[in-house]
């Protein structure tokens, strides 16, 4: 056997050969007509070791335009997003890197201590009384935040802006209709969301409520 950490043994392959009734790998292929099969060598690179492999494809990548070397104007979600240096180091440490969900509490004590220091902290800095944590994307948690808005008001319209993501408004209308929801999408000017219709709608539809929600746009 010449590579040990392969779990299939020669004799495993002589085993499986007699057991499907052939003597060899070349028989797998005998239906292909020998007029079709490529003979030779393909016409690519030989062989590289780790080190070199590694500088090749660094050379490669350096022919791409990324986001570090040039000003990116894509939206709809595609945005160049910065990660603090931070998170590696927290990533890192093996009480927050255990399971993915806390199904299974006797494994999962990492990941229930970094979801109570991310809800704390996103709550620091908000100045909310509580925040959601451990959701799987963007979008589902916006549906939640969105049920959890109605709940709270007992209301039957969500107003959401028109400059969010369009598949994560497709998910909260989905949300919305299980809800008996009416989602009301607001405008944006100038590329962003516009404040004044905001404030027009939710004044339209709730009277006073609109100074309290277009103030907190203003200073959020």
């Known amino acids: 056997m010449k590579h040990r950490y392969i779990p299939m043994t020669e004799q495993d392959q002589v ?8 003597s ?7 239906d292909i007509p020998a007029s079709i099969r490529y003979n030779g060598v393909l016409p690519m690179s030989e062989a590289l070791d780790e080190a070199a492999m590694m500088k090749h494809m660094k050379q490669l990548a350096a022919r791409n335009a990324d986001s570090e070397s040039h000003t990116s104007f ?18 890192s440490r093996s009480e927050f890197y255990t399971a993915y969900t806390p199904y299974q509490p006797e494994i999962s004590q990492g990941e229930l201590q970094a979801i109570f220091e991310f809800q704390s902290y996103i709550c620091e800095l908000t ?10 994307d963007g979008a589902t948690a916006l ?6 808005a109605v709940g709270a008001t007992k209301r039957k319209q969500l107003v959401i802006s028109s400059t969010v993501h369009p598949e994560a408004r497709q998910i ?11 989602v009301v999408e607001i405008g ?7 404040i004044r219709g905001t404030e027009a709608c939710c004044y339209e539809r709730h009277g006073c409520l609109a100074y309290p929600i277009a103030e907190f746009l203003r200073l959020h």
């Open 74 to 91: 894509l939206g709809a979600g595609i945005y160049d997003h910065h990660i603090p240096v931070v998170i590696q180091h927290l990533i």
């Open 188 to 194: 944006y000017k100038d590329g962003v969301t516009d």
């Open 15 to 22: 085993d499986m050969l007699q057991q499907i009734g052939i």
């Open 143 to 148: 549906a939640e935040a969105g049920a959890l």
């Open 24 to 30: 060899s790998i070349e028989e797998l292929f005998r």
């Open 127 to 136: 100045g909310m009384a509580v925040a959601n944590a451990s959701m799987y």
């Open 172 to 182: 909260v209308r989905t949300m919305a209709r299980g809800l008996h929801v009416e």
